[in-house]
């Protein structure tokens, strides 16, 4: 334990205030026994907010990031990890108690391993289908939101491929760690508790653009040629549209009371979209 150093890097985006309750989170009063670490902040603002809550927590080091979307912005804080290891966190996560001690004692249990996944889970139940989490409860999404990597393997891979400035950084990441059969571990206590965030663009944080699951979805799929991946099955997304014009929509009827039907809607077409798309890639082909 004494020999792991981590770097926590937290990518942020004007939330002041999820910043300042993730560091505080974070404090070595809230992580006792674990390892050394530092905070590193790269923050991709346009206002001095989340510099002023980083300079006033004394545990975290800021930096400006890349203002090129998640990716960069995660990988300016990778380039200035001094850790052996890299523990990725979203802003908006609130480390649970014995965080970073739990990820070490995977760590120390599996010496092989270069890759570790915490847990994510929400803070409530769904309220409704306009709102969306990063929940990961049983491992395999390898997102970025709670992610450990030795930082030596993260450069090896080229970090995160910059291109993808929405979404599909962690897509491609995961794939990428697959691919070179770099084996991950789940690690349940290693956990963050994440909130809620609203999918609508009109009066809240989402900075994402309209469509951006489409457009980030072909372009992994470009990258690779539209080949050997499963997001480049055309038939998977049909079987998504099937599944959310039945399973989806009984579950937002009687459990959400019609709660966000139109960002429901607004899925499948997407999925029927994606279908169609791939499936006239692949006959071009």
């Known amino acids: 334990m004494e020999k792991l150093f981590f770097s926590v890097i937290i990518p942020t985006f004007e939330r002041p205030n999820d910043l300042k309750r993730c560091l505080l989170s974070l404090l070595k009063s809230n992580q006792l026994n674990s390892p050394s670490y530092e905070i590193i902040v790269s923050d ?12 006033n927590c004394f545990e975290a080091a800021w930096g400006k990031g890349k203002k090129i979307g998640p990716a960069g912005n995660r990988n300016a804080g990778a380039a200035r990890a001094k850790g052996e290891w890299i523990v990725f966190v979203d802003d908006d996560c609130i480390a649970q108690e014995n965080y970073l001690e ?24 769904r309220m409704t289908w306009s709102e969306c989490c990063p929940e990961n409860e049983d491992g395999g999404m390898l997102w970025t939101s709670n992610l450990c990597v030795k ?34 571990i789940f690690v349940n206590k290693a956990a963050v508790c994440h909130p809620w965030r609203s999918l609508r663009r009109k009066n809240n944080k989402n900075w994402k653009a309209n469509w951006h699951e489409i457009t980030s979805l072909l372009l992994f799929c470009e990258k690779y040629n539209y080949k050997n991946t499963e997001y480049s099955n055309a038939f998977i997304y049909l079987k998504n549209f099937l599944r959310i014009i039945t399973k989806d929509i009984f579950f937002c009827i009687t459990h959400l009371k019609l709660r966000g039907i139109d960002i429901l809607i607004k899925d499948a077409i997407i999925s029927l979209l994606v279908f169609f798309l791939l499936s006239i890639e692949k006959i071009n082909k």
């Open 151 to 184: 930082r030596s393997l993260f450069t090896k891979l080229g970090g995160l491929d910059e291109r993808f400035t929405t979404s599909y950084e962690d897509v491609d990441f995961a794939y990428r760690l697959k691919k070179g059969n770099h084996i991950s």
């Open 44 to 55: 991709d603002s346009d206002t001095d907010k989340c510099r002023i809550v980083t300079e």
């Open 102 to 125: 739990e990820y070490a004692k995977a760590i120390l249990e599996n010496p092989s391993i270069c890759v570790f996944e915490g847990r994510i889970f929400a803070e409530r139940a």
